[in-house]
């Protein structure tokens, strides 16, 4: 029996959430399914990092140790198979500043950004950021899962875009990139000699067992220039702690980045790097029981969905985000009419996608199928 409850209620409200505190909801019953966190507690391991920080009362600003760099250096080696050296690693508050900063270094303003869509909002989001233009190319469904449009993702690398984008997992819509996919990416990506920045906050948090994340890095040579950027924040719904790490192999790809980041990013707190060294040193009960629950949470969504004539969904090969399509001609605005029913998704425009909803389904079983209710009871009324 593990010592973790993830069918615990926690009141998360009141607690400055952005998920169930929301403006929004002032007077409303709402269930908040939207921003991409966990309603679960975190493992003991990590209460008592912050317990053992709080004993000791001191808040001064942090190094970043050798042990954590060895951690996380081990952590891609066994996790994804990638043999990287520490002095590639830099250290960052989160990947979404880390994308934006690197966007604006290496992209220059004749250049664009190029991303798949749909997409995490701040992909497409920081050609605005930076003033860049947007290149786009759309991700189709093969085989029951959501990949690139390899033809189209060609015709956009031909516009000489500064830097490609890439989201693995990919959020919305949970794709693992395969080795050949990677294989086929990096080919491009060479030949049109476009940078890659690689998002994989994702990569542990893998709902196929028969399914495993692969780097792109691994496949990169040094004269490509690429940045891959990890986290543990999402795996081990640390989100509001912030931290991550930027892998750089190329010295001089690195070095401009370095420069770039005095004076713009901040250091990361002590809360944040002691909370990843945990992270990455704890044993794995927290996270294997946590994937059992995912996983059940996905199946019991994926069956639901299943009965519904007007909604689709591609399983999810990772992540907790689920990316339901509808048909628009029945349930016209789904996500308000789900919302004046008491349950808040993310509206798919909002990743540029057509008639879509995004779930989080990483609650408890309990607020999941009460989520299925009103799903239910918005559909039968629209019938
Ligand atoms: C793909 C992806 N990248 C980055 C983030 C956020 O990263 P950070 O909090 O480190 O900026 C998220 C959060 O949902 C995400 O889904």
Redesign the pocket.
């Known amino acids: 029996m593990s010592k973790y409850n993830f069918d615990q209620e926690i009141d998360r409200k009141n607690t400055n959430s952005y998920k169930w505190d929301n403006p929004l909801y002032e007077g409303l019953d709402i269930l908040p399914m939207p921003?991409?966190?966990m309603d679960f507690r975190i493992a003991d391991e990590l209460t008592n990092t912050i317990s053992h920080i709080n004993d000791h009362g001191v808040l001064g600003y942090s190094l970043v140790p050798e042990t954590l760099k060895r951690a996380y250096q081990t952590k891609i080696k066994e996790s994804y198979d990638w043999d990287t050296q520490i002095e590639w690693q830099v250290w960052?508050?989160?990947?979404?500043?880390?994308?934006t900063l690197a966007c604006s270094t290496f992209v220059s303003s004749e250049q664009s950004i190029l991303t798949p869509i749909p997409?995490?909002h701040?992909?497409h989001l920081v050609s605005k950021w930076v003033d860049r233009d947007l290149l786009t190319f759309n991700m189709v469904e093969k085989d029951g899962r959501w990949v690139y449009d390899f033809i189209e993702f060609e015709n956009q690398l031909k516009k000489n875009p500064g830097v490609f984008l890439f989201?693995n997992?990919?959020?919305p819509g949970g794709t693992v990139f395969t080795e050949v996919e990677i294989e086929r990416i990096v080919f491009l990506c060479t030949k049109y000699d476009c940078m890659i920045l690689s998002?994989e906050?994702?990569s542990d948090l893998q709902l196929q067992t028969s399914q495993k994340h692969v780097c792109i890095g691994k496949y990169i040579s040094n004269e490509l220039p690429a940045i891959t950027?990890f986290?543990t924040?999402?795996t081990y719904n640390t989100?509001g702690m912030?931290?991550?790490v930027a892998i750089i192999p190329n010295a001089k790809i690195r070095e401009k980045y370095n420069k770039h980041i005095q004076g713009v990013l901040p250091m990361l707190s002590r809360h944040s790097i002691e909370i990843i060294q945990t992270s990455l040193t704890m044993n794995n009960e927290w996270l294997e029981n946590l994937l059992i629950y995912l996983r059940n949470n996905h199946e019991l969504l994926l069956s639901f969905i299943k009965q519904i004539k007007s909604l689709k969904m591609l399983p999810l090969e990772a992540?907790y985000?689920a990316w339901i399509q509808y048909d628009k001609e029945i349930l016209c605005d789904f996500q308000q009419r789900l919302f004046t029913n008491g349950l808040h998704v993310l509206r798919g425009d909002q990743f540029l996608g057509k008639n879509f909803i995004r779930v989080n389904i990483a609650c408890t079983k309990k607020s999941l199928e009460k989520a299925l209710l009103i799903i239910k009871k918005t559909i039968d009324e629209a019938h």
């Open positions: 921003v991409a966190d960052i508050p989160g990947i979404v500043p880390g994308l997409v995490y701040p992909f989201c997992p990919h959020n998002d906050i994702h950027f986290a924040s999402k989100a912030g931290g991550a992540t985000l």
